[in-house]
């Protein structure tokens, strides 16, 4: 199950930095995940500073 950015994100980037497979864009109001691309490795929730990202 791919990973899914909340509404608590604050666009600073630290994830879609730490994505091994540039599954994170930014999005009009947040950072966003394609799921189809995703690869569940957790890194960018482990990146992020408010723990806005989480397995949905």
Known sequence: ???????GCISCGSCAAQCPVSAIS???AQY???ADTCIDCGSCA???P?????QG
């Open 1 to 7: 199950m791919a990973y899914v950015i909340s509404d």
């Open 46 to 48: 482990a990146q992020c």
């Open 50 to 54: 408010v723990s806005a990202i989480s």
């Open 32 to 34: 966003v995940i394609d």
């Open 26 to 28: 930014q999005g009009d």
